[in-house]
């Protein structure tokens, strides 16, 4: 096999898919797509003229006529079997170069990074996973902007160089593939929950649900309409994020904020009648992550709902690092604003990192455009900050105690003047 930093996979029915994907990456090969059937991978090879392709012997609608194509196309085609009848139909189809042994592939991604052991190449995958991260965002009722700092803090983690998933866990007001401009016709994270449900959840079939925005960038679309919080239990969800965390570097959820006595789930068409808890997605997330950040609006109103708030959460998160985000920061206000955060989150016993994301038309314009971030700018102030942003879930370390905030909430409603103090009667 010629050495090439560019690939096309179609690994159908093939059982060490993983390992091949896994050698690929840190050969630094890249897999430019990964493809489900015949008639798909003549239209990416189409696409990628002289990209080599592998595949596997039981790939869909494979025929001699789509191989000839094929080779034509590519210019360099491996055939993996894993048994007599495998090679038979590789033949059939006229295939030219065939791998009866997995490891003989393995072998061939190895030269090209300089003689790394198979062995190595299994441990690092391991080491990957027993790493990958989760980083559920989370913010106080009120429109904090919580949805677009998701987005864009997946995007800048992708553009660092890791494999990132954002998945949309709101079950009050999904709105990420609309930002994104996805029209599907069921959402990707039902799709999934549905796999896990019938226990059937696989890299192979979990690679079916998602969608890829940009490189190292995807999403698992969430409920088309807040009614349907039901379709997506906590246990369907736990396997959804375990094999998650196996296929990607990082993990991004975006979840509803809490909502106590304000909202009843009979608004949303949906009682808790049969024991169901349309909280408990949020709740399974946060006690996931390996990290939760915490947007708020930098005002009085943003500080007092954090403190209301942050009681409902804090026992969940007392080992995860925490990120608070100020986001839509007016920039007279920066620095007397950042220190009155930083008082608030003092007295909630928070162990933290802050950054304050900064007012930008970019947001407009990706709304608009439904764009992400770097499509629109990646030089605009707000996505320079969620480069920053990147860079501390990456270094930031936690040990924080579960803070007792009542007296805080008490003393914010009895000092009415204070700087943090919300409006009597408009919540």
């Not at 559920?136 to 987005?151: D, E, F």
């Not at 896990?196 to 890829?212: C, M, V």
Request: glycine letters at 6%.
């Amino acid at each position: 096999m010629e050495r090439q930093t560019v690939m096309i996979f179609a690994l159908a029915g093939l059982e060490s898919e993983a390992r091949l994907l896994v050698s690929a990456r840190d050969a630094q090969i890249e897999v430019r797509r990964r493809c489900l059937d015949a008639v798909e991978l003549l239209a990416a090879s189409a696409v990628s003229p002289g990209v080599p392709v592998v595949m596997s012997a039981r790939l869909p609608r494979m025929s001699f006529e789509v191989m000839s194509r094929l080779q034509q196309q590519a210019g360099h085609v491996t055939v993996i079997v894993e048994n007599d009848i495998d090679a038979r139909i590789a033949q059939s189809w006229g295939a030219e170069h065939i791998l009866r042994d997995i490891d003989d592939i393995v072998m061939e991604f190895d030269a090209v990074v300089g003689n790394q052991s198979v062995q190595q190449m299994v441990d690092a995958d391991v080491i990957r996973k027993a790493n990958a991260q989760i980083t559920c965002m989370w913010s106080p009722v009120g429109s904090t902007g919580r949805s677009t700092i998701a987005l864009g803090l997946a995007e800048a983690m992708a553009r660092a160089g890791q494999r990132v998933l954002l998945i949309d866990a709101d079950t009050c007001a999904p709105s990420l593939a609309t930002a994104l401009g996805i029209v599907d016709e069921i959402s990707g994270l039902v799709i999934a929950c549905r796999y896990a449900e019938a226990d059937s959840l696989n890299e192979r079939a979990f690679a079916t649900t998602y969608r890829e925005i940009s490189e190292n960038f995807w999403i698992l679309t969430g409920l088309q309409s807040p009614s349907g919080w039901s379709q997506v239990q906590p246990r369907a969800f736990q396997r959804v994020l375990d094999q998650a965390t196996q296929d990607f570097d990082h993990v991004v959820i975006d979840i509803s904020p809490p909502r106590g006595s304000l909202v009843s789930d009979e608004v949303f068409g949906s009682p808790r009648a049969f024991g169901q808890d349309r909280d408990g997605i949020a709740r399974l997330a946060l006690s996931s992550a390996t990290t939760v950040a915490l947007v708020v609006r930098p005002d009085p109103v943003g500080a007092a709902r954090l403190i209301q708030d942050f009681s409902e959460i804090s026992s969940a998160i007392v080992q995860a690092r925490k990120v608070v985000i100020l986001n839509r920061m007016p920039r007279s206000k920066a620095g007397q604003v950042v220190k009155e955060f930083h008082d608030v989150c003092n007295r909630l016993a928070i162990a933290y990192s802050m950054i304050a994301v900064p007012e930008d038309s970019c947001v407009d314009h990706m709304v608009r455009t439904a764009s992400t971030m770097s499509e629109v700018s990646n030089g605009s102030k707000i996505f320079r900050a969620l480069v920053l942003v990147a860079g501390e879930l990456r270094g930031f370390q936690n040990n924080d105690s579960v803070a007792n905030v009542s007296p805080l909430i008490k003393l914010f409603r009895i000092r009415g003047r204070h700087a943090y103090a919300a409006a009597s009667g408009n919540g």
